[in-house]
């Protein structure tokens, strides 16, 4: 069984059930919060968070910042927030950014996004440099709400997964950078690992 979960929390009992039957489970792009999966197939989270932050701080040495995280639920959005503030901590130190506002965008939205960078711009006087949102879709929604004060284009704008929509709009200069993730290779070594286990191979 692979499982692709929504919620790491929820799937557990997903593969209680798929255990008790002796059928073995890959965790797929996301992790469960389980003991009993066979296997965990994801993308190099770590590292994609690690550059993400790279690229703000690189672009943004000093400014507002403001922090759009994946849904709490998720695994990836937990590290990949690890890995940002690791990155940006000594500038935070150092008082050089200044983190004006941070949360969790609900299942990765782009309308949760768009309330957490209105509420931001609002309490700011619209002095942001920086949006540090950890995917695409939170990026949409980010800039939905720079275009609504004539900010687009102004601000640093991140994101990962390299959408259709997001490289449409990093082309029309709204979104700053994404990340591109090759899916082949994770569905491949998904299939591949799902055959050995259903064979009882290593």
């Avoid at 711009?121 to 800039?143: H, P, R, Y």
Wanted: charged share 25%.
């Amino acid at each position: 069984l692979v499982i692709a979960p929504t919620d790491a929390t929820q799937a557990a009992a997903m593969v209680e059930k798929a255990k008790a039957k002796g059928v073995p489970v890959i965790s797929y792009d996301r992790l469960i919060y389980s003991d009993k999966i066979d296997l965990y197939v994801s993308h190099q989270v770590p590292v994609i968070g690690k550059k993400i932050a790279e690229y703000a701080i690189q672009k943004v040495p000093k400014g507002n910042f403001v922090m759009v995280y994946g849904d709490a639920a998720d695994n990836n959005a937990v590290i990949l927030k690890d890995e940002m503030l690791k990155v940006l901590q000594p500038a935070i130190d150092k008082g050089d950014i200044k983190i004006v506002a941070d949360q969790n965008a609900v299942k990765w939205s782009a309308e949760s996004a768009l309330k957490i960078v209105e509420n931001a711009l609002t309490q700011n006087a619209d002095k942001i440099d920086c949006i540090v949102a950890s995917n695409d879709g939170t990026a949409g929604g980010a800039i939905s709400a720079l275009e609504k004060k004539g900010l687009a284009g102004k601000v640093i704008v991140t994101g990962q997964d390299a959408e259709k929509a997001a490289l449409q709009r990093i082309a029309e200069g709204k979104q700053s950078m994404t990340i591109y993730k090759p899916i082949i290779p994770l569905a491949e070594a998904a299939v591949d690992a799902a055959i050995k286990l259903a064979k009882k191979e290593a």
